[in-house]
């Protein structure tokens, strides 16, 4: 028995509805994965744990994300998508309760590799939805907003953990799994557009009240890797998500660098995640690299590829300012709340000098660094078909999730590594500043793609248009 669907079931309002709860999953998606970063040092105290163990959980979550994600976007190649990410969401939230009950190392890495599983549907699944909402001529401008709002998530988490988890470690992960829940209720009521719903190839195709019948299965995958580009946004990914995977630690840096000032642990944990969510706002300039990449690619089907070139080589003497300015004569009051420190923080951006350097660095690195993302969301759209999308980003998600593993438990290891003979902060600002080297093959390889893209987003429009005239 079909159920029958209201009439304004797939309407605009209904779209921008579900565009919405999307972008919020997405948002929840990334507060989940930065809870525990914000907070490391209190997790450290409360378990009596080290900072390296934290970062393997942080780091086993990332990759167990990545491992998944794969399994998740060919399930939603292959059948339905809808379930799947209810599920997923499910999955994640409720890990992220029971991870307020943890009081050992193992408790935690276990529900935080539980809510890993969960989250990894919203990567790949959720990323080929919101691909069928997108036209190809403002892709790259659409994606910057899916990007940003997964940053807004990562920022909203960091902000959350950083001031409530200070004092009581479990509060963020009940606020964010409780968030998980309700967003899951609202995702019941949202539309699943069919697969290509955006493609001008397929226009008359649904305009006639056609259906796009496509489906993955396993026969098509060794074609997939076949496809040039695929293999550039790969290969780039590994090397680029390592030298992410250690900025993730940059708060950390920042929270060292006030406790460095002499104060507590605790304000430090607080002040410096305020400071990593003020330096997090050059990641809104991704809607810049979004345009460029867009205007680019309308002039040769190379531009996304070299926007995105550009930018990773562009952004790296601004994070090595970021690094290693220091906080001299910074000026908050010890033990005072949130409210009272955030006005600290945003008068010492210009009444101090040292404040204002390392806020203009990271404004600059990051808008270099945000027209990466959205031109790789872009470019895996443009160069594979419409059944094949949530695969090959799990594919690339794979990859990113192993590099930025790599990333994030490797720079914690060598940051304890060498604090033995160099104290914080400046055993962070070293070991970031190692991993920045990743940078140089993930510009190597966007030029790489710059010269195969051309060619597979041509093939991939030739087959729609056939398939739009069947």
Request: hydrophobic share 50%; net charge positive; charged share 10%.
């Amino acid at each position: 028995m079909q159920i029958r669907k209201p009439a304004w079931w797939g309407s605009h309002l209904h779209i921008i509805y579900t565009i919405v709860v999307f972008v919020a999953l997405a948002s929840l998606d990334n507060a989940a994965l930065a809870i525990l970063l914000a907070m490391s040092p209190s997790v450290e105290a409360a378990l009596g744990i080290s900072a390296t163990a934290v970062g393997f959980i942080i780091g086993a979550q990332i990759l167990v994300t990545a491992l998944t994600a794969v399994a998740w976007g060919y399930a939603g190649d292959s059948r339905a998508r809808k379930p799947l990410l209810l599920w997923g969401t499910l999955i994640w939230a409720t890990a992220e309760l029971l991870s307020a009950t943890s009081t050992s190392f193992w408790a935690l890495a276990l529900f935080q590799v539980m809510a890993a599983i969960g989250l990894g549907s919203i990567a790949s699944v959720g990323f080929s939805v919101i691909a069928d909402f997108i036209s190809p001529r403002r892709r790259g401008l659409a994606m910057s907003f899916w990007g940003i709002s997964q940053g807004l998530g990562g920022v909203l988490g960091f902000l959350v953990a950083s001031q409530l988890g200070a004092s009581d470690p479990s509060a963020p992960f009940v606020i964010i799994g409780g968030l998980g829940f309700v967003f899951a209720l609202l995702y019941l009521f949202t539309f699943d557009p069919p697969r290509g719903f955006r493609e001008p190839e397929l226009a008359s195709l649904y305009g006639a009240g056609g259906s796009y019948a496509y489906r993955i299965d396993r026969s098509q995958l060794a074609a997939l890797a076949k496809v040039r580009t695929n293999v550039w946004l790969v290969l780039q990914g590994i090397s680029a998500q390592v030298a992410y995977g250690a900025l993730v630690w940059s708060g950390r840096l920042y929270q060292e660098k006030v406790i460095a000032e002499g104060y507590s642990i605790e304000t430090g944990v607080m002040v410096g995640g305020l400071f990593a969510v003020l330096f997090q706002v050059g990641g809104l300039l991704s809607i810049i690299g979004g345009m460029a990449g867009d205007a680019a690619q309308r002039r040769t089907l190379r531009g996304r590829a070299l926007v995105s070139t550009i930018g990773i080589v562009g952004a790296l003497p601004f994070f090595l300012v970021f690094f290693w300015v220091p906080l001299r004569g910074l000026d908050v009051t010890e033990g005072a709340g949130t409210l009272t420190l955030a006005g600290e923080v945003l008068v010492s951006l210009f009444t101090n000098p040292w404040v204002a350097v390392a806020f203009l660095s990271s404004l600059l690195a990051l808008a270099f660094t945000s027209a990466d993302s959205p031109n790789w969301f872009a470019l895996i759209t443009d160069v594979n078909l419409p059944e094949h999308r949530g695969t090959v980003f799990g594919v690339g998600n794979l990859a990113n999730g192993g590099g930025r593993f790599a990333g994030t438990w490797g720079a914690s290891a060598v940051a304890t590594g060498l604090g033995r003979s160099m104290p914080p902060p400046y055993n962070w600002a070293a070991s970031l500043t190692l991993s920045l080297a990743f940078f140089l093959p993930t510009g190597w390889c966007y030029w790489k793609a710059s010269q195969t893209s051309p060619g597979d987003i041509t093939a991939v429009r030739n087959t729609l248009t056939a398939r739009g005239k069947e």
